[in-house]
């Protein structure tokens, strides 16, 4: 086989590309995003309108919130955010199941008491509860029987207060499928007409650290987001994964080959928004990450989140830039040209200075591509059809 070059110009948006996706969904680019927590989902739930082949790998490192209640209980990975995402691209039409679209969404109350949790999810379990009632079979039975996998392996101490249906199902699901998300997750995408793939960076429960600038360390997602807790006082030095307390080499985490193949498949990979290190970086940390995106050609887009993220203390955009590019070259023994790991940062023309995008081009040798891509009243939220329509552009 003979491998060539192409190249061609970009027109943004290209309205015959972004046109022809939006006739043709199933027929759309493959766009692979790097992501974790909610922050991409807005735009997650619009691009199912422009590409059903999306690839979403997603960090599995929560620390916090109902997630954090089953990594403890059952020594697993985080599903929230993976839940999450599979929500956002499920097809939430007449054509999709929304039945099991509202069922998965539904959170037990957060101030019920103990008696009326242990009921209604008694009722979800032998299936007489509404929203199960709502789901015809055979889909209904499929469903309760992850759920009762999971009520025969909870304890009776378990806190139900808050927790999301759907996790608990997907816990159900992965202890009956010998402790593995990715048979889960297929059989949740296909409950609910998910438009793309969604995947956990990892299958393990790890945890996520990072040494700080004044030489202390914190061990726990949770910590680091400024969300459940202050926000850090000293900037990010380093990020790694730990097993138990114990800090891990980077060889000892791998990536998946079923992630890189999605990856060297990819027509466009996406550094998405969301909180800097627990959400884009920590998913760069398995070893095998930056090769793969190396190998791969195609554009390669940083889209860095708006307003103020409180684990980037210290951190402008073009220092941002530049500790992502530190993250994947992390990966090889001798440095790589910055093309091969990232090609262009998309920004907003709103909020991206001449001089920032000076020092992004000229010291780091990266593009910027100024788009308004921002809400009109509202220049700390992205436009999701923008974004989409950017994206879908430069492929």
Same mark, same amino acid.
Do not use: W
């Given at each position: ?40 989902? %807005? ?73 009326? !949790? ?25 469903? !309760? ?63 996520? +650290?990072? %040494? ?11 910590? !680091? ?5 202050? =926000? ?53 940390? =398995?070893? +095998? ?26 951190? %402008? ?79």
């Amino acid at each position: 086989m003979t491998e060539f070059t192409l190249t061609r110009q970009v027109e943004l948006p290209d309205r015959l590309r972004v046109a022809r996706a939006k006739n043709l969904p199933n027929l759309g680019p493959k766009l692979l995003f790097f992501s974790g927590g909610s922050a991409l989902n %807005d735009i997650a739930r619009t691009l199912k309108h422009y590409t059903h082949n999306s690839t979403h790998l997603v960090t599995p490192f929560d620390s916090g919130g109902s997630s954090q209640v089953l990594r403890e209980a059952f020594d697993m990975p985080a599903v929230g955010d993976l839940r999450s995402r599979l929500m956002a691209l499920a097809d939430e039409t007449v054509f999709g199941q929304p039945d099991v679209f509202r069922l998965f969404s539904y959170r037990l109350p957060n101030a019920a008491s103990k008696t009326e !949790l242990a009921q209604e999810f008694a009722a979800l379990v032998s299936g007489d509860h509404a929203l199960m009632r709502a789901v015809v079979q055979p889909m209904r039975g499929l469903i !309760l029987s992850q759920l009762q996998c999971f009520a025969q392996a909870k304890t009776d101490g378990f806190d139900l207060a808050g927790a999301s249906v759907g996790n608990l199902i997907l816990t159900g699901g992965y202890l009956s499928h010998d402790r593995a998300l990715e048979p889960v997750l297929f059989l949740m995408s296909k409950m609910v007409e998910v438009k793309g793939t969604v995947r956990a960076i990892v299958d393990q429960n790890l945890d996520l +650290g990072a %040494d700080l600038q004044d030489g202390s360390a914190v061990i726990g997602q949770r910590l !680091l987001t400024g969300k459940e807790v202050a =926000p850090l006082q000293s900037g990010i030095e380093d990020l790694f994964l730990c097993k138990d307390g114990q800090r891990l080499s980077r060889e000892a985490v791998t990536l998946p080959r079923r992630n890189i193949a999605q990856i060297e498949a990819a027509d466009l990979i996406c550094y998405a928004p969301g909180s800097f290190y627990s959400s884009l970086l920590a998913n760069l940390l =398995p070893a +095998g990450t930056g090769r793969a995106i190396a190998r791969r050609q195609g554009p390669k887009i940083y889209v860095p989140s708006l307003g103020t993220d409180p684990e980037c203390l210290g951190l %402008d955009l073009p220092a941002q830039v530049a500790a992502l590019i530190a993250a994947l070259q992390a990966d090889f023994e001798t440095p790589q040209p910055v093309h091969r790991l990232l090609s262009a940062v998309l920004c907003d023309s709103r909020t991206l200075t001449p001089d920032v995008a000076s020092r992004i081009e000229t010291t780091l040798g990266v593009a910027c591509l100024p788009l308004p891509l921002t809400l009109p009243d509202t220049p700390e939220r992205y436009s999701a059809a923008h974004v989409c329509e950017a994206l879908v552009s430069l492929v």
